[in-house]
């Protein structure tokens, strides 16, 4: 291995024998859902809820130039239903491969 040297400094090329420590480090900690199915049930219910409200508003909503709301909620709430399936899907998957 190169060494130092006194006046200028660590030679180029030269190789740290200390190990690498690096100041950011992933704490081991496990997934409070990590099939997500609670996540997007949270959320599709929201979407479902939202929706029902806008449609009761749908003409206060088009009077003011929202109308694009209805339509918005609507598909978060379909694509919700989509990522529901894929989640349960996911996580039948994952305990059928573990037992």
């Known amino acids: 291995m190169a060494e130092p040297s006194p006046d200028l400094g660590p030679v180029v090329g030269a190789v ?34 939202a929706s029902i409200v806008l449609a009761l508003l749908r003409p206060e909503l088009a009077a003011q130039g ?17 990522g529901l399936l894929y989640c349960r899907r996911l996580a039948r998957r994952r305990r059928r491969d573990r037992g």
């Open 66 to 82: 929202r109308g694009w709301w209805l339509p918005v909620c609507l598909s978060g709430f379909g694509l919700g239903l989509v």
């Open 16 to 49: 740290s024998e200390q190990p690498q420590h690096h100041f950011l480090v992933q704490a081991p900690v496990p997934a409070i859902d990590a099939d997500g199915v609670a996540v997007v049930s949270v959320g599709t219910v929201l979407f479902a809820v």
